[in-house]
T-cell receptor, first 110, second 119 residues
Framework: QSALTQPASVSGSPGQSITISCTGTSSDVGGYNYVSWSRQHPGEAPKLMIYEVSNRPSGVPDRFSGSKSGNTASLTISGLQAEDEADYYC??????????FGGGTKVTVL | QVQLVESGGGVVQPGRSLRLSCAASGFTFRAYAMHWVRQAPGKGLEWLAFISYDGGTKYYAGSVRGRFTISRDSSKNTVYLQMNSLRAEDTALYYCARDLSERYTFDYWGQGTLITVSS
């Protein structure tokens, strides 16, 4: 199972919006609404930010939103804040009853 | 609050075995499926294994199938990862994560335990 494809880095200024893409295949992202996004600050464990494409766990600000079109999912962060600077990983359930992650995207707040 | 604490990491020679443990607390362990995920130094996340809430269903990534075995002991609120025939490329921080029931994702993570495979 190949990793999902994410851009290596995305940057934006405070208050701006950024979007991170996550491209897979019809066997993972395109085949199921089981795409998630996790945020990882340096030296910390990942934290779930979005599940089932667009659902936010309790406590996650509504600045974070998710969507999907075909084999590509997206995470949008609106009103970018300094604390949003981190690595972001998408993940998807697959037709092989496994899970696959994206390579990760480093978000930089300028 | 949900807590997951991994242990069992360390330095091990290539070809040897190691067993990781993940002690869970703050939730009804026997009701949740669990995962193991690893992260090589400076690299991204790699999913490794899944075990259902009752231990009856297990799935593995192709990179570890046949070498790694996931198991659980609900009397001890602990999930395990038995790792055999370790290779240098298995060097990573190993996380256990709770499965968000029927949502096919990982809602809580431990802090990880580091495995270094080196002679």
């Amino acid at each position: 199972q190949s990793a999902l494809t994410q851009p290596a880095s995305v940057s934006g200024s405070p208050g701006q919006s950024i979007t991170i893409s996550c491209t897979g295949t019809s066997s993972d992202v395109g085949g199921y609404n089981y795409v998630s996004w996790s945020r990882q600050h340096p030296g910390e464990a990942p934290k779930l930010m979005i599940y089932e494409v667009s659902n936010r766990p309790s406590g996650v600000p509504d600045r974070f939103s998710g969507s999907k079109s075909g084999n590509t999912a997206s995470l949008t962060i609106s009103g970018l804040q300094a604390e949003d600077e981190a690595d972001y990983y998408c993940s998807s359930y697959t037709s092989s009853s496994t899970w696959v992650f994206g390579g990760g995207t480093k978000v930089t707040v300028l | 609050q949900v807590q997951l604490v991994e242990s069992g990491g360390g330095v091990v020679q290539p070809g040897r075995s190691l067993r990781l443990s993940c002690a869970a607390s703050g939730f009804t362990f026997r009701a949740y499926a669990m995962h193991w995920v690893r992260q090589a130094p400076g690299k991204g996340l790699e999913w490794l294994a899944f075990i259902s809430y009752d231990g009856g269903t297990k799935y593995y990534a192709g990179s570890v199938r046949g070498r790694f075995t996931i198991s659980r002991d609900s009397s001890k609120n602990t999930v395990y990862l038995q790792m055999n025939s370790l290779r240098a490329e298995d060097t990573a921080l190993y996380y256990c994560a709770r499965d968000l029931s029927e949502r096919y994702t990982f809602d809580y993570w431990g802090q990880g335990t580091l495995i270094t495979v080196s002679s």
